[in-house]
């Protein structure tokens, strides 16, 4: 297939994301533009809340097998068991000040590593891996 040459002006803080990408990926830059050009843009993080935008930018520099530990990740039975247990207290109105700010921790843990897991998924799928379904993802040691 004939090949064309195109200059085109990126502004700086995409033309970083494809670089961060390309590092990550091992690839040149040009075949991960290439590959933007035929399967869109990198997932964006700029839609997720403020407070975790910073650690998902990070993520865009992450090697794969990094990325693939993530979304193999589960949270520990003891901390779901803790939050359901204070979820319930509140529903009845019985939580204490320390239980309640402990609830908002365990929420904000929980959010972090839903969206975590879910934005290294969209990472993967973008570099071209195939993603089993959520239930076939097994857990590392």
């Known amino acids: 297939m ?4 195109v200059t085109i002006h990126l502004p700086e803080a995409l033309y970083l994301r494809f670089r961060q990408a390309a590092e990550a990926m ?5 075949d991960v533009l290439l590959h933007a050009a035929q399967v869109g843009s990198p997932p964006s993080w700029e839609d997720a809340p403020a407070e975790f935008q910073a650690d998902l930018a990070a ?14 990740n589960h949270q ?6 803790r939050y359901q247990e204070l979820l319930d207290k509140n529903a009845d109105g019985a939580l204490s000040d320390v239980e309640r700010a402990e609830l908002t921790n365990l929420r904000k843990a929980a959010d972090r590593f839903l969206i ?15 993603i089993p379904p959520a239930h076939q993802l097994t857990p590392l040691p």
């Open 2 to 5: 004939p090949v064309q040459d």
């Open 26 to 30: 091992q690839q040149p830059l040009e």
């Open 59 to 72: 993520m865009d520099r992450l090697p794969d097998n990094m990325l693939w530990r993530i979304a193999r």
């Open 76 to 81: 520990l039975d003891a901390d779901m068991t």
């Open 116 to 130: 975590r897991k879910a934005y290294a998924v969209d990472l993967l799928r973008w570099r071209g891996h195939t």
